[in-house]
């Protein structure tokens, strides 16, 4: 349980106060780990890639977010838990829709 309060603890300091604060920082952290994830991976699949990673850390944040209450669960810990999860998969997956788009149309381009 130390982890958990430990966590805690670090994003207190570091995330703003209040819910705006921290959905934007959701955004940022989302696009920034995104971003950082696809020019490590490079490769054809690289976007895939890197939203399976953001996906893998989000979940990651939102255990550990609802495990610093558990057993106990408030349905505003949920509907927050939800909004986290949108803000910041929402333009990470925008963006690896739009690289698989491109990649297939110039894949489509080549061969035709």
């Not at 349905?75 to 788009?101: E, H, K, S, Y």
């Amino acid at each position: 349980m130390s982890v958990i309060l430990d966590f805690e603890t670090l994003k207190n300091l570091v995330a703003p106060r209040g819910e705006l604060g921290r959905s934007i920082l959701h955004i940022h952290l989302g696009l920034a780990i995104y971003i950082l994830l696809w020019l490590a991976t490079r490769r054809s699949r690289g976007p895939l890639w890197a939203l399976a990673g953001v996906a893998l850390l989000e979940a990651l944040n939102e255990t550990m977010d609802l495990a610093a209450t558990w057993p106990v669960l408030q349905g505003w810990q949920i509907r927050d838990t939800q909004q986290d999860v949108f803000n910041t998969m929402l333009w990470p997956c925008v963006l690896c829709g739009l690289a698989l788009w491109d990649a297939r149309r110039k894949r489509g381009q080549r061969s035709g």
